[in-house]
């Protein structure tokens, strides 16, 4: 079964900083578009970032503007989120998924059981 697991949550207090991974199991990541989500408790799922494969292009929301970073390492199998100066408002679960690069946030597949994030002093 294709699926992602995602790893590198945890709790930091605001104004933090965490760096999460997100690893394919039973595919290889170059081949596909991909994006990073969140699901806050009692929310609907939010698209945060977007990267295209092989010449990499990004998009990112609005919420993810000017503190998240998303990269992919292609050789390690693996795309990262790199969120500086957390918010409260920013915990959540989050998570990677494949997608089609123009329409990023509107459907995903090969979801994992996300990594945790919570920022709280």
């Known amino acids: 079964q294709y699926q992602f697991v995602e790893s590198g949550g945890g709790l930091v207090q605001p104004g933090g900083s965490l760096r999460l991974s997100c690893r394919p199991s039973?595919?290889?990541?170059?081949?596909?578009?991909v994006a990073w989500f969140r699901q806050a408790p009692g929310k609907e799922r939010e698209g945060l970032s977007c990267m295209s494969k092989r010449i990499p292009t990004t998009y990112y929301a609005d919420s993810a503007k000017g503190r998240f970073t998303i990269l992919r390492d292609d050789a390690k199998n693996t795309v990262y989120l790199q969120m500086n100066n957390l918010k409260p408002e920013d915990t959540a679960t989050y998570y990677c998924?494949?997608?089609?690069?123009?329409?990023?946030?509107?459907?995903?597949?090969?979801w994992g059981q996300g990594t945790q994030v919570t920022v709280s002093s």
């Open positions: 998924a494949v997608v089609y690069w123009d329409r990023c946030f509107s459907e995903g597949w090969y």
């Open positions: 039973g595919f290889t990541l170059e081949e596909y578009d």
